[in-house]
């Protein structure tokens, strides 16, 4: 773990914004020259508090109108049928989130689907059919107010 400084802090909010920021702007709002800034960027990589950077996609846009979170458990318990079934939901497109969770269900899961027939299609075809599969609940996203991820 590295020591973060305010100009430290400065760059990782500003690349949460907009992460796609050449050095040359991140250099201009954090007010360094510009290898300044590039060499503390690659700091906060090496430490690993820069994990990547990414594109979040419309998915309404790509015919993707439905968001489902799913609370799955496991009927069978164990290390092999956790990895099994970890290894098999991971590979599942319409997946998008998997949590491993403590509670209720053992794993909870963010699909999406082009619209109710298409997620039941992925929850029977799909996820249904996975390994140590027992409960399921699905709960709909009817909308969503807050997307901010920042940390700080």
């Known amino acids: ?16 914004k907009d992460g796609s920021l050449s050095a040359a702007a991140l250099a201009k709002k954090v ?16 430490a690993g508090i820069i ?8 998915k309404a846009k790509l015919g993707f109108g439905v968001s489902v979170f799913l609370g799955v458990k496991l009927a069978t318990k164990g290390r092999v049928s956790l990895e099994d079934f970890e290894r098999a939901v991971c590979a599942i497109p319409e997946v998008q989130v998997v949590q491993h969770v403590l509670g209720m269900y053992d794993y909870r899961l963010k699909v999406v689907a082009r619209d109710i027939p ?13 390994p140590g599969v027992g409960d399921v609940e699905a709960n709909v996203l009817l ?8 940390l700080g």
């Open 31 to 46: 007010d360094l020259s510009q290898p300044a800034a590039w060499r503390r960027v690659k700091r906060l990589e090496q």
């Open 143 to 150: 909308s969503e107010e807050k997307r901010n991820i920042a």
């Open 118 to 130: 298409d997620f039941e299609r992925v929850l029977r075809r799909r996820i249904m059919t996975l």
């Open 1 to 16: 773990m590295i020591d973060l400084d305010d100009i430290d802090r400065a760059i990782l909010r500003a690349l949460q």
């Open 51 to 58: 994990k990547g950077r990414r594109v979040v996609l419309d």
